[in-house]
């Protein structure tokens, strides 16, 4: 066994989320720290879910090419 996080922590993450039915993606977005963070820059919730579905869709997009 390979002593890396991505076979310690990552691929048994994906499987038990697999498990669960949870869809799961190689790219990750914290969208709590996310938020935090664009909180700190914008001031202003409500570009927040418009902000995050940019992010969503884009990440969406690189999949499909």
Not at 24 to 42: E, G, M, S
Not at 51 to 60: P, S
């Amino acid at each position: 066994m390979t002593y890396t996080e991505d076979a310690l922590v990552e691929q048994p993450a994906i499987q038990l989320f697999s498990d669960l039915d949870w869809e799961t993606r190689n790219d990750v977005v914290l969208f709590a720290r996310l938020q935090t963070a664009l909180l700190k820059l914008i001031n202003d919730k409500r570009f927040i879910p418009l902000i995050k579905k940019k992010i969503v869709d884009a990440k969406a997009m690189k999949k499909v090419e």
